[in-house]
């Protein structure tokens, strides 16, 4: 079965610290997508992975894949509380179209 | 910019009942997806589609059924409502020549409750 599981899936914090977000997943894949929803809204993307090696930042988030791993990470850097939101990995297996998305981690930045 | 437009935004349907939710994108992109969000969870596939004319099952498709006959519009359809399809929809497309490439763009979902 194809799996993608982020952890933690729950994350508490406070305003200015540092902290990874994780995504694992069991199938080939070189393509790997990082989204954001708020509460009641709908998924705004985040970064666009496609190789080996690839890392992506935008302000005080950055993100990273390592296919042979099958991982990728979301780095967030001094936390401040419009960051809260939950955050979701996608991946994309090879030769297909089907999207599989992780379950989410729902951040939490306490001021 | 529309986008990707959804409607309705809400409905409540009883057991049995069927409907259509609408989704039309303004983007000219190839690529359309219909995901199902559950509570607390991530997002599953139920249908996609590579162009007009061309769909395909995802991965959770019973209930459902999907057309493209036009590169803007893919409705999707239920059929025979059942509790289980309480959930929000979302319908998403994306562009590049080839999938993957280029992010989902998504609506801004249907909230739909079977009573």
């Known amino acids: 079965e194809l799996k993608v599981e982020q952890n933690p899936l729950f994350l508490s914090m406070q305003e200015g610290k540092n902290y990874t977000i994780y995504c694992n997943y069991s199938?080939?894949?070189?393509?790997l997508y990082w989204y954001r929803q708020d509460p009641g809204k709908s998924l705004e993307s985040l970064f666009v992975?496609?190789?080996?090696?690839a890392v992506k930042q935008e302000g005080r988030l950055m993100a990273s894949l390592d296919t042979k791993a099958r991982l990728s990470t979301l780095h967030i850097t001094a936390a401040v509380h419009d960051l809260s939101a939950t955050y979701f990995c996608?991946?994309?297996?090879?030769?297909?179209?089907?999207?599989?998305f992780g379950t989410g981690t729902r951040l939490k930045v306490l001021a | 910019n529309a986008g990707v437009t959804q409607t309705p935004k809400f409905r409540i349907l009883k057991i049995g009942q069927s409907m259509t939710l609408q989704c039309t994108q303004d983007?000219?992109?190839?690529?359309m997806y219909w995901y199902r969000q559950d509570p607390g969870m991530g997002l599953k596939l139920i249908y996609y589609?590579?162009?007009?004319?061309?769909?395909d099952k995802g991965e959770v498709p019973n209930g459902y059924n999907v057309s493209r006959s036009t590169t803007e519009d893919f409705p999707l359809r239920l059929e025979l409502a059942a509790p289980s399809q309480t959930s929000v929809y979302f319908c998403?497309?994306?562009?590049?020549?080839?999938?993957?490439?280029?992010?989902?763009?998504f609506g801004d979902g249907t909230r739909l409750s079977i009573l």
């Open positions: 589609s590579v162009g007009a004319g061309i769909t």
């Open positions: 998403a497309s994306s562009s590049g020549d080839r999938a993957g490439n280029q992010p989902q763009h």
């Open positions: 992975l496609l190789s080996n090696g």
């Open positions: 996608a991946v994309l297996p090879s030769g297909t179209y089907k999207y599989i």
């Open positions: 199938t080939t894949s070189d393509r």
């Open positions: 983007m000219n992109h190839n690529y």
